[in-house]
């Protein structure tokens, strides 16, 4: 091997040492814990909005159902007084029939009674037919026999009268005979007219009767479609209720996964601490700053007339530091100058999946300050900087609100700025002019 190409190999080692020392390379091992919780929130409100659309849909439901259920009351009324119609037609149907029986009864009887009379006419007449007959075989004479043998007058007027009287009363025994059957003849074709009208009474009940039950089985009919179409839209309901409350359950998994999550990243936050130094927790500058300073010793980060505070400590549950904006639309805070709020060396300078492009610069007796979402860095790991240097640029990296989007790219831009003091997060506020 020569001694020139020793040298070369020798000046390249150098250079590669000293480019590794200067610049710093984001962990390409780290839990992009972030992004989880952005997935699930996703989902979350993926859910939600499924949810507020299924409750939309069951309150549209549910106004349906109502309107069914007034048509249905609707039905259920007419129902009712046809029910009560058919009521009445039943009884007058009823009183009818007991009429018609009773006419039957009576004409029943009537009949009966006739036979008997048609009876004693029979009997009568054979009776006649007998006498007669016996008339006949004795001869014309007979009857003057029955007289002329008479031994006296008297024998002979009172033969006469019994003659006479047999005959009166063979013939008025038929005649009342007769009368009787023409009577209950009469009789029954009275009963059989009052029958008769009874029964074209009951025929019209009837009808009447039919029409409204006809009427009824119509009304019962649209109301079983109307029922069939409510018991549907119930049964929709209950669907959505139950796919409601998944959606809840769902939710809550969701919510208690990302607390889980935000546990992690505490903890990882917490390691992430764990390296860094304690100490008095005040700092002290080595000379005049060009930029107002505060009596514990740091400047605002960000160097514009108009800046202003878009979410302080606390400003939202969890958020533990200051985010700085400029007025305006976000395009105008997106590649605004970060400053070093002191002087100190920087503790790291890396991508994290949450706070994006993020510096952390070691001010001296445990303070430390964080400057997140930045949309490039200027400095690396190790560097010293003096208060007010540009150390990055506002962006939009990591975990902002809203998120860019091509139409807008500059979405979310701000400054997310922290104060540690012996490895935990204080509120920013009292430090700064």
Same mark, same amino acid.
């Given at each position: 091997?020569?001694?020139?190409?020793?040298?070369?190999?020798?000046?390249?080692?150098?250079?590669?040492?000293?480019?590794?020392?200067?610049?710093?390379?984001?962990?390409?091992?780290?839990?992009?814990?972030?992004?989880?919780?952005?997935?699930?929130?996703?989902?979350?409100?993926?859910?939600?909005?499924?949810?507020?659309?299924?409750?939309?849909?069951?309150?549209?439901?549910?106004?349906?159902?109502?309107?069914?259920?007034?048509?249905?009351?609707?039905?259920?009324?007419?129902?009712?007084?046809?029910?009560?119609?058919?009521?009445?037609?039943?009884?007058?149907?009823?009183?009818?029939?007991?009429?018609?029986?009773?006419?039957?009864?009576?004409?029943?009887?009537?009949?009966?009674?006739?036979? #008997?009379?048609?009876?004693?006419?029979?009997?009568?007449?054979?009776?006649?037919?007998?006498?007669?007959?016996?008339?006949?075989?004795?001869?014309?004479?007979?009857?003057?026999?029955?007289?002329?043998?008479?031994?006296?007058? #008297?024998?002979?007027?009172?033969?006469?009268?019994?003659?006479?009287?047999?005959?009166?009363?063979?013939?008025?025994?038929?005649?009342?005979?007769?009368?009787?059957?023409?009577?209950?003849?009469?009789?029954?074709?009275?009963?059989?007219?009052?029958?008769?009208?009874?029964?074209?009474?009951?025929?019209?009940?009837?009808?009447?009767?039919?029409?409204?039950?006809?009427?009824?089985?119509?009304?019962?009919?649209?109301?079983?479609?109307?029922?069939?179409?409510?018991?549907?839209?119930?049964?929709?309901?209950?669907?959505?209720?139950?796919?409601?409350?998944?959606?809840?359950?769902?939710?809550?998994?969701?919510?208690?996964?990302?607390?889980?999550?935000?546990?992690?990243?505490?903890?990882?936050?917490?390691?992430?601490?764990?390296?860094? #130094?304690?100490?008095?927790?005040?700092?002290?500058?080595?000379?005049?700053?060009?930029?107002?300073?505060?009596?514990?010793?740091?400047?605002?980060?960000?160097?514009?007339?108009?800046?202003?505070?878009?979410?302080?400590?606390?400003?939202?549950?969890?958020?533990?530091?200051?985010?700085?904006?400029?007025?305006?639309?976000?395009?105008?805070?997106?590649?605004?100058?970060?400053?070093?709020?002191?002087?100190?060396?920087?503790?790291?300078?890396?991508?994290?999946?949450?706070?994006?492009?993020?510096?952390?610069?070691?001010?001296?007796?445990?303070?430390?300050?964080?400057?997140?979402?930045?949309?490039?860095?200027?400095?690396?790991?190790?560097?010293?900087?003096?208060?007010?240097?540009?150390?990055?640029?506002?962006?939009?990296?990591?975990?902002?609100?809203?998120?860019?989007?091509?139409?807008?790219?500059?979405?979310?831009?701000?400054?997310?700025?922290?104060?540690?003091?012996?490895?935990?997060?204080?509120?920013?506020?009292?430090?700064?002019?």
């Amino acid at each position: 091997m020569s001694k020139r190409f020793l040298q070369r190999a020798v000046s390249v080692f150098v250079i590669c040492a000293v480019c590794i020392s200067t610049v710093s390379f984001p962990a390409s091992a780290e839990r992009d814990f972030q992004a989880e919780i952005d997935a699930l929130e996703e989902k979350i409100e993926a859910a939600n909005s499924k949810k507020e659309a299924s409750e939309q849909s069951v309150s549209e439901l549910k106004e349906q159902i109502s309107l069914l259920q007034e048509q249905m009351d609707v039905y259920n009324d007419k129902i009712t007084q046809l029910n009560s119609q058919i009521a009445e037609k039943d009884a007058l149907i009823a009183q009818y029939q007991r009429e018609a029986d009773s006419l039957q009864a009576e004409i029943d009887a009537a009949e009966a009674k006739q036979a #008997e009379l048609e009876q004693e006419i029979s009997a009568t007449y054979d009776v006649l037919s007998e006498r007669l007959r016996a008339a006949y075989m004795a001869g014309e004479t007979s009857t003057l026999e029955i007289l002329l043998s008479a031994k006296d007058f #008297e024998t002979f007027l009172t033969r006469l009268e019994l003659i006479k009287r047999i005959s009166d009363h063979d013939t008025a025994l038929v005649a009342d005979l007769q009368a009787d059957i023409d009577d209950l003849n009469a009789t029954k074709e009275k009963l059989d007219a009052d029958k008769q009208a009874v029964a074209e009474k009951q025929a019209a009940v009837q009808s009447e009767r039919d029409s409204v039950a006809a009427d009824r089985a119509e009304q019962k009919a649209a109301l079983n479609t109307i029922a069939s179409k409510q018991s549907s839209l119930e049964q929709k309901v209950k669907n959505l209720n139950n796919y409601i409350y998944q959606l809840d359950e769902n939710s809550a998994e969701y919510k208690n996964e990302i607390a889980r999550i935000e546990r992690e990243k505490e903890e990882y936050d917490r390691k992430q601490s764990a390296g860094m #130094e304690n100490g008095s927790g005040s700092i002290s500058n080595s000379g005049p700053s060009d930029y107002p300073v505060s009596s514990k010793g740091m400047i605002r980060p960000l160097q514009y007339p108009n800046v202003v505070i878009s979410a302080g400590w606390y400003g939202y549950p969890g958020h533990k530091g200051i985010d700085f904006t400029t007025a305006g639309a976000t395009g105008n805070t997106y590649g605004k100058e970060i400053r070093a709020a002191a002087d100190g060396v920087v503790y790291s300078a890396e991508m994290h999946s949450s706070w994006g492009y993020n510096v952390y610069i070691n001010h001296g007796n445990g303070v430390y300050t964080r400057y997140a979402h930045c949309s490039k860095m200027l400095v690396s790991k190790g560097q010293t900087v003096k208060q007010g240097q540009v150390i990055a640029y506002v962006g939009n990296t990591g975990n902002v609100r809203p998120k860019p989007t091509a139409s807008n790219p500059h979405a979310g831009a701000h400054l997310h700025f922290e104060v540690w003091v012996n490895g935990t997060r204080v509120n920013p506020a009292p430090w700064l002019p």
